[in-house]
């Protein structure tokens, strides 16, 4: 009678080359992703040097044949806005602004929690339910 091998127990050399072939792709992308930073860092170096700007600031230079479908390269101007903290306290505070544009929110205070549980005025419960766990996991292979 021949030795059957129920669906869900693949045989190990099946597994081992899974993983090897795995393995394999895993430096090809890596090697290839590096090679491409590499090629993409001197490309956005010509573009800075010898791209022409438009209206928008951004940056072009067009290629003399078309290469797969791309005529051109840009180096994208894009512009971010953020909040000096210091400088926009020193402002309003000497504008006599301070106290109209800035609201004081209660912050919780881990530290004072956690000593009412050392105190004993929440329980262990309590604390995790106001501090729930998340459970993630990652594919991680080993080396020996």
Request: aromatic share 6%; hydrophobic share 35%; glycine share 4%.
């Amino acid at each position: 009678m021949p030795n059957i091998i129920p669906p869900d127990k693949k045989p190990v050399s099946s597994v081992l080359s899974k993983v090897q072939q795995f393995v394999t792709l895993k430096r090809r992308i890596d090697d290839l992703t590096k090679e491409q930073a590499e090629l993409k860092t001197f490309l956005s170096d010509l573009v800075d040097t010898e791209g022409e700007p438009d209206d928008k600031g951004h940056l072009w230079y067009s290629l003399d044949q078309e290469v797969d479908g791309y005529r051109s390269l840009q180096r994208q101007r894009k512009v971010s806005q953020s909040l000096d903290m210091a400088e926009a306290t020193r402002i309003l505070k000497e504008k006599g602004l301070d106290s109209r544009c800035f609201v004081m929110q209660p912050v919780l205070d881990e530290d004072a929690v956690m000593s009412c549980l050392y105190e004993g005025l929440l329980t262990e419960e309590d604390v995790d339910t106001m501090f729930p766990k998340k459970v993630t996991w990652a594919f991680i292979p080993s080396k020996s």
